[in-house]
């Protein structure tokens, strides 16, 4: 895996993948950032909400449950001083779906944490993380 950063002007960059996809990251104004992007730390939660996302996505479609959605909402705490490391994440998924069964959304958070997550698993070397759910049905 490769990833190129990309200096721009002032706070921000331009960075792109090793699959070619570019993205915009920006300090606040105050950093003399132009606001035009999203924060290097941000990104960090962004991959994290990524990554478990598709894993639960994964899980439930090959245990055969009709999902039809799954957003997940993240909030995090960083440390008062430098570095500021995240030092607790919270992850909320809204699973969707017709007659979904509780156990196999549990397990598949489960799984995804404690196994297939790597942003999930490397993150909660430095922060705890904990998770909650909702099962949306859908009529």
């Not at 990524?50 to 705490?77: M, N, Y």
Request: some cysteine; charged content about 20%; overall charge positive.
């Amino acid at each position: 895996m490769k990833a190129r950063i990309k200096w721009i002007e002032k706070s921000s960059f331009t960075g792109q993948s090793g699959s070619g996809h570019t993205i915009v990251m920006d300090g606040p104004p105050g950093n003399g950032g132009h606001n035009r992007g999203v924060r290097p730390m941000e990104m960090l939660l962004l991959g994290l909400g990524g990554c478990t996302a598709f894993d639960v996505v994964q899980i439930l479609q090959k245990s055969r449950q009709p999902i039809t959605d799954c957003v997940v909402e993240i909030s995090a705490k960083r440390a008062e001083t430098i570095p500021k490391v995240f030092t607790h994440i919270h992850v909320h998924f809204k699973v969707s779906g017709h007659g979904l069964k509780e156990h196999h959304v549990k397990r598949a958070i489960k799984l995804s944490s404690e196994k297939y997550c790597s942003a999930s698993i490397m993150l909660g070397k430095v922060a705890s993380i904990s998770h909650d759910y909702e099962i949306i049905d859908i009529d």
